[in-house]
């Protein structure tokens, strides 16, 4: 049996998944932006969301008992809609399990318990350059927005 016959669970995650939430941040970052993050800012971050449940909540994906995957959703509210729209961030899937499920476990339970909760809709932002994501949300029945973000950084020296 390959680990992509294996099957996904899918989690809240916890404090005790704090180091695996943190290593797949820093790869994501370096695999989609060539970015390094500091690891000291990037734990407390994660930490910050898993002490705060106003801040969001990570999702994670285990196979065989290993963690697989994981995602972040924070919220944004719409005062024309009267409720939440549920962002997607964080995403990352270790590579010997991608193509095998664990995003669309992941996004699978997003869906479900953003239902559950009256949430407006799912959103999220991908890399222009990014084709397999973007195919991969296509697939999911996900449309592309019809907006370009902005930025102001307000912290002098955030690494970005």
């Not at 196979?63 to 939440?84: F, H, P, Q, V």
């Not at 869906?111 to 999911?140: F, I, M, P, S």
Request: with cysteine.
């Amino acid at each position: 049996m390959s680990e992509h016959d294996l099957p996904i669970t899918v989690r809240l995650a916890c404090a005790a998944d704090i180091d695996a939430l943190v290593e797949f941040n820093a790869a994501m970052a370096q695999e989609t932006e060539a970015k390094t993050l500091d690891p000291a800012a990037l734990r407390a971050g994660v930490a910050a969301v898993l002490a705060e449940s106003r801040r969001g909540f990570y999702l994670v994906a285990e196979c065989a008992g290993k963690t697989a995957g994981c995602l972040m959703i924070t919220y944004e509210w719409s005062d024309w809609r009267n409720g939440d729209w549920w962002w997607l961030q964080s995403v990352y899937v270790r590579p010997e399990h991608r193509r095998g499920g664990v995003f669309r476990a992941l996004y699978a339970e997003v869906e479900r318990r953003a239902a559950a909760t009256g949430a407006v809709g799912l959103r999220l932002y991908v890399e222009r350059d990014n084709r397999r994501a973007q195919q991969t949300y296509a697939a999911l029945g996900m449309g592309e927005e019809s907006y370009r973000l902005y930025r102001k950084v307000l912290r002098p020296g955030l690494q970005l």
